[in-house]
């Protein structure tokens, strides 16, 4: 009796392990592939506006490239990216991996408070059945009003963009610069930014969070005197060539 009690309990156990297997197969997510250099799914001057559900980055001479591109199986068709690139200027920031860097300066014309740089964000949701409305979108980062813990929420509050028309957006890309605001951001200063962007599925939506990040080093503008001496050395170099 004991031996068949013993038998019993042994696979009653199983079964419970092979259930509580199946439920975490159910419940739980790849972690989701981070693509660097990479290209977007679109980024294209020529990509066709649909008022509330295409809103792309339009402008002129945009081109695709050096994105943080954050995907997951579980999540077709959905993709988020990240970038830094020179202001009024499709060339994306030099870059290693996720650490871009910028040139200290003033963008716009003396007085402006605009920085050299932008900073870019891509959410693609086209194909997924899903909507911006599905989801959570916050935004990190140690400039001054430009973090958020509802990009929707605060794109509006700016009048951006009017209430209510992200609910159903499904392609979203934008370019904001840090003097954006009213950040108050010295374009001159040197410093290191962070930046966190986080696409979070809403209660109901099955999937991960798809998080990309990234850090933009701005460096001081070469000095008149460093100037100089490039200057100088370009013209030594020219004149010994011709000896």
Known sequence: MIDNFGKHLSCARLIVAAALGLLFQQTSFAVPVTSFDADVTEWSSTTVPVPGVILPIGGSGQVNGNFIVVEDDSFPNIQIGLRAVERFSPVPLPNSGSNYVAQAGESGGPGSGLSTWNYETHIDLRGSGLSFDDFTITFTTSIL?????????????????PAGTLDNVELFQASFNPGFFFSGLDPFAPGSYPFEFNLIPKSGVSGPTLSASMVVEVIPEPTSAGLVLLGLGTIIGVVRRRK
């Open 145 to 161: 009003n430009h973090s958020t813990a509802d990009f929707q929420a605060d794109l509006e509050a700016f009048s951006l963009v």
